[in-house]
């Protein structure tokens, strides 16, 4: 499979568990306020790695989505024409939190009230 035809898919995925997770009704991922940011699909399209981020508990919310994986992977059949509904797999996307520390270290290098313009 193509390249670029593998990103589209990945974009799909993503696209629609962010739309499915908004009906879900589960506690868990509704006290969490979980995000989706991005999919990765095999090539074969039979397994889908799903990350996601959250305000909360991540234990929590993994379990949460875990627990709707079947509502979730019904959701991406019936919206997406694929040959084969991938399996799903959910993994806490660290990326935020990494940008987080990473911007207050450079807060912290170079604060913003002494910066000179020059002069």
Known sequence: MA???????????????????GEVREPKVVNNFISITRAEVAPDLKYATVYFSCIGDSKEAAEGLKKCTGMLRHHLAVTLNLRITPELHFVKDGS????????????????????????
């Open 96 to 119: 935020i939190e990494h940008g987080a520390r990473i911007a207050k270290l450079l807060d912290e290098v170079m604060p913003s009230g002494d910066a000179t313009d020059g002069q």
């Open 3 to 21: 390249n670029y035809r593998r990103g589209r898919i990945n974009d799909a995925v993503a696209q629609e568990l962010a739309i499915a997770i």
